[in-house]
């Protein structure tokens, strides 16, 4: 049986080792509340039971601790869709529909899609935060959806289509969901309220109409 002097070492190293978490966790929850401008990072240390010097240990300014959530919560994904979209072997409509589904599974329906739509209402006002979200997301994710693009174009399953800009049609509808979620969906009619998963359905398959290849006449 461990002397009772070493037990609360083992509770401050764990503690330790939980602190980077619990920050992450509680600036998502205070950043999706509030806002950028509005989080402090003394509240936030407050939200997750530590002081405002032992987050600035792990996170030195409000800026490195939302470059931190952005990656834990959007773009740590982009490893796993790219290495699901190289083990895909089926056709790449079937791969754009998959793709479009699982960012709603895993971004859009959770907190995290909450960064998005602060980013866009502040990144005007704070050019630091768009640059991060730029390089973190944006940029990875273009290039995700080019390389599906391109695998249907290669396949001969997709016309030759501006890759640069036909990323953004798949974008969108992922944007809207998003701005809905935030605006009108919590007050909106029952009968009128949006399924995302049939919005998804729908919007995929007016795109890929659009890009299939036709038989040549």
């Excluded at 619990?22 to 929850?29: F, P």
Aim: proline share 6%; glycine share 6%; hydrophobic share 40%.
């Amino acid at each position: 049986m461990p002397a009772s002097n070493e037990i609360p070492a083992v509770r401050r190293a764990r503690r330790k080792e939980a602190r980077p978490g619990e920050l992450l966790s509680a600036a998502l929850d205070l950043f999706v509340e509030r806002g950028f401008a509005a989080t402090r990072v003394e509240e936030v240390a407050q939200h997750a039971g530590v002081s405002k010097g032992t987050l600035f240990l792990y996170f030195p300014s409000k800026e490195e601790l939302f470059k931190a959530v952005v990656r834990e919560t959007i773009a740590g994904r982009f490893t796993e869709w790219n290495e699901e979209i190289g083990r895909f072997d089926g056709n790449t409509d079937s791969l754009v529909r998959q793709l479009m589904h699982s960012w709603w599974e895993r971004v859009g329906q959770t907190k995290a899609a909450g960064i998005t739509k602060l980013v866009m209402s502040e990144a005007c006002l704070f050019p630091e935060i768009a640059t991060i979200y730029q390089h973190e997301v944006i940029t990875p994710g273009h290039q995700l959806i080019r390389r599906v693009l391109q695998r249907g174009i290669d396949r001969g399953e997709f016309r030759p289509i501006d890759l640069d800009h036909a990323v953004y049609s798949l974008i969108a509808p992922m944007i809207f969901l998003i701005m809905w979620k935030y605006s009108l969906a919590p007050c909106c009619p029952h009968n009128e309220s949006i399924d995302p998963e049939r919005f998804i359905d729908s919007q995929a398959s007016l795109l890929l109409e659009g890009m299939l290849q036709r038989p040549a006449r």
